[in-house]
């Protein structure tokens, strides 16, 4: 499994927002290009993939929407196609346990500390461990959407491993891209 | 200089497409995600990039839209955003040279033969040299939407070299990502 947890700082809980205007959701865009770049190939889904999205704007936050490559269905990887099934996740009631809202979409209430409770993850950071050089890659990744991590979220972190990808700092969606395709040589012994 | 051309084997080249329907308009989510791709950093432009899309649907086709990193103002990665700066150019009369329609996007008639001429270019090809292997990396690549390159297309750069970049085929966008982390390592000295 591989699993990437994006955290967006300002991301709607509420479900009403515009399918119209996705940045001014909490950078929803940003998000939405996040689970397309977990999930989707070119021609298939990546079935061994998840992608949580810790929400944390509005008053019913924190929410963690999951996606998971094993069981979703009908998932293109247009921003507004995913917005749709996150507004479907919003809008149905839950606890702390996660309730699928869509096939392969579930969601519940907590945040990155629930999720940090329960995997082993790393996080992306630009002074981290070459990710060409790590021995084993780990299976979870914590990202951040546009902003930085707060103080409390790397207080949360910081004894985790951490990684970086290059010199450049790209968005998180596009971290994404890189890390599988690491991921992938690895496992098909391309490296 | 680093540029990526994609042909969009059915890219409306009429404006008119709809901003809430956009895989509907010839995939134009995922050229709008290419866009995005070539020039967006998490917190700037890439000055030093370009992104040529060749659009081949609709009557008015071909028509190339080229957005200039060095020049571009206002751009978001959002594909809403990009779509409506392409909306604009396809909306201005041009002939076959390059004409403005926003700072840093141009329009002109003409297809991927045109590009050919003109730019020492690469094809991304799932049969192509390991692109971590390759000792000079070319500065221009041309990639595919979701369709496979025609007969026709195999044919004008059959003489180029081929370039992959692991073992599974990704979304044309992905592949611009993965392909600017290769060159931002070279660059920096990181590899």
Redesign the interface.
Known sequence: MKRFVVVGHLGSTDPDFS??N??GAGRM??LC?CVA?SL????GIRRDAECLLVLLGGPKAPKTIRFSGESVRSL??????VAGLIKKALALPCGTVFRESSPGVSVRKGGLAEVLAECGCAVLDEGGE?IRGVETVPETFVLSD?QNFSEEERGLMQDLPACS???????AD?AI??L??EL??R??G?I
């Open positions: 399918l119209n996705l940045p865009d940003e290009r770049a989707c190939l070119s021609h293109g990887p247009d921003e507004r196609n070459d546009h990808l290059g010199p450049c700092i790209l968005h596009m891209v890189v599988h395709n992938d040589r496992e098909s391309w």
